[in-house]
Each structure stands twice: as C-alpha cells, then as structure tokens.
C-alpha cells in the first residue's frame, strides 16, 4: 500500500549500510544499472530550454540530462506508487485522456500501453517526446497556460497534471479550463512536490545547504508570478472551479538509500539519481536569472547540494502530493 505521507521513515543502521566512506554511490555510474531496461527505447537526444513562443518560456531545461531526470522520476514515482500510474478512482475503460505537460511523454505512452482502446493525448511546450508511440497516443505542442484550449465541451474522461512548479501564472484559468473539456463524471489528477527537503530526524544539521533548497523556489515563484508553492493553492483552485469529491495523497520520497524499508530503500536509489540528474537544471537558471547569483557562486552551491545528496548519514526526503476530483 502507498504510504500516508505522514509516518517517519526508519532508517536503515545495519552494518551493510553503513560499512565504507559513508557516501552514497556515485549516481553518473549506477544510474545506468538502475534504468537499463528503460534508456533501451526511450533515450531522446538535445541540450535546448524550451522556445515555444514569445513569454511562454518555461525556467526548466529540456535536455538530455532533463530528459533522464523526468524518466528516472517517473520510474521512482512508479514504484512509490505500487505500480499505479494514477490515484483517482478511474472506470475500467476511459475512452479519451489528456496528459498535460507531458515532458518525455513516459506517462502518456504507459497509460497508453495499459489502456489501448483509451485515446491518449500528451501536450507539452517543447517536442521532447519519442518518434514511436502506441497508436493511441498522440503528442501535441501547446501552452497549458493558454485559454481557451482547443478541445471541445465534455471531451475527456480524465486530465493528468504532473512536475509543473512555477510553469503556470494562473491555476484558476487552468483548472477551469480541465472542467469545461471533462466530461460530467470524469476526474482531474495534479500531482506535485513540496520542495522544501525536510528530514524526520536531526541528520539535517543548520548549515545543511539543503534548508536553502525549497526557499530558493518559493521565493523565485514570487519574483516571478509563478508559483513553486502550487499544491498548497490546489485544492482551493479546483473547489472554485467546480469540482467535487476532492481527495489527497501525500508520498514522502527518500533520496538515497538510507531507508530501512526495502521498497523504500529502491525508491530513494532511483531518487537519488533523478535528483542528481536534475539538480543543475533545476538551480542554475533561478539562481543566476532570477536570483542574481553570479554563475561561480551557483555552482559552489550545487555541488555543497551534491556533496550532501551523497552523504549516507544524512536523511532527507521531500513530499509528494497528489489532488484528485471529479466534475458534478
């Protein structure tokens, strides 16, 4: 079963574990170990941020080494999940599903592959995803943000919205748009983290770099009118909108292999990579575009966070919170 969200995670203190330097194992080399099976089809190629059109340029890169962290993310997501895709109580058949903000297009094409008589439409602002697809997935480039969309009335069964912090200027207009194109009885899933990096013990000492991590993106939501706080806003944004029956699941995901638990000591490895994987673009661009951070103190910053990621007697996890409703 999925965690609550709410427990303290135990911390593995076997001798296994702890035996060596007391650093985590170098993620450039065990990356390829852990995702064999996935790179084998789903490796895309580039090093470009997005430039879909004038003032819809999104803060997160869409290379190569971005492209490894969404799918690395979303195989840990995967197994903190228990191998669900989704949380909302979907029916046995969905005939259309919209995936917005699809990055690589990974969630869009298991769905598919999970559902082949269910129509399912992955829309993104750069054209990331691969050449091959099932035959009932498609990909579109368009710019969530941008209201009215172009599908009809009460068109899809089900809109899934994943890892869209600070991309959004106006979630009312996104919600309320999901309302109008879902059919009556069809649900909306936005799932997102919290980006502060917390820690159930005191292994997260004052001068951990970590402590800095998640006001470096609140604060740069606010500089920029796109906010990194977004499942805060959430359930309040969709009850406006219309929707019913809201429920919340709430993950925390370990970074690194210091849980105790088995499955959560795998989630934690895969973490570990992804966030490695994902650490310089996720901070360089707010902090020396939006911050003012020159680029020599960014970087000091990001291998303090990379030296601490490695740390074995650290114990940090973030949270993941997933929002679900239904249209009346």
Not at 54 to 68: H, I
Not at 121 to 146: H, M, R, Y
Not at 274 to 293: D, N, P, S
Request: net charge negative; with cysteine.
């Amino acid at each position: 079963m999925a965690q609550s969200g709410n427990e303290a995670i135990a911390v593995d203190s076997s001798e296994a574990y702890l035996q060596g330097d007391g650093v985590e194992e170098d993620t450039q080399s065990s990356t390829a170990s852990l995702t064999d099976s996935i790179w084998e089809y789903r490796k895309l190629h580039g090093r470009t941020f997005n430039n879909f059109k004038s003032g819809s340029d999104y803060w997160g890169p869409n290379d190569e080494l971005q492209k490894e962290h969404l799918d690395l993310n979303h195989v840990m997501l995967l197994l903190a999940m228990d191998n669900a895709l989704f949380f909302a109580p979907l029916g046995p058949k969905p005939e259309r599903v919209l995936d917005v903000g699809t990055g690589t297009g990974i969630w869009a094409i298991d769905f598919a592959n999970e559902y082949p008589e269910t129509s399912v439409i992955g829309t993104d602002l750069s054209p990331t995803q691969p050449a091959w697809v099932p035959p009932n997935c498609k990909f579109e480039i368009d710019d969530a943000s941008q209201v009215p969309w172009t599908y009809p009335d009460n068109h899809f069964d089900y809109i899934h919205l994943r890892l869209m912090l600070g991309a959004i200027e106006d979630w009312g207009a996104v919600y309320r748009e999901a309302y109008r194109v879902l059919k009556p009885g069809g649900w909306i899933e936005h799932s997102d983290y919290e980006v502060a990096v917390l820690a159930d013990d005191a292994s997260l000492g004052p001068d951990s770099p970590f402590h800095q991590w998640g006001p470096i993106f609140y604060k740069a939501g606010e500089k920029t009118g796109r906010t990194f706080e977004t499942m805060k806003q959430a359930p309040g944004l969709l009850k406006e909108a219309g929707f019913q029956d809201l429920q919340e699941k709430r993950l925390k995901l370990p970074i690194g292999s210091w849980p105790a638990d088995k499955k959560l000591k795998n989630v934690g490895n895969y973490n570990l990579a992804a966030t490695e994987a994902g650490l310089e673009g996720f901070a360089l661009y707010l902090l020396t575009q939006v911050h003012g951070w020159t680029a020599e103190e960014a970087h000091v910053y990001i291998e303090k966070m990379r030296k601490e990621l490695r740390d074995r007697s650290k114990h940090p996890y973030y949270v993941s919170v997933s929002v679900f409703a239904q249209k009346a």
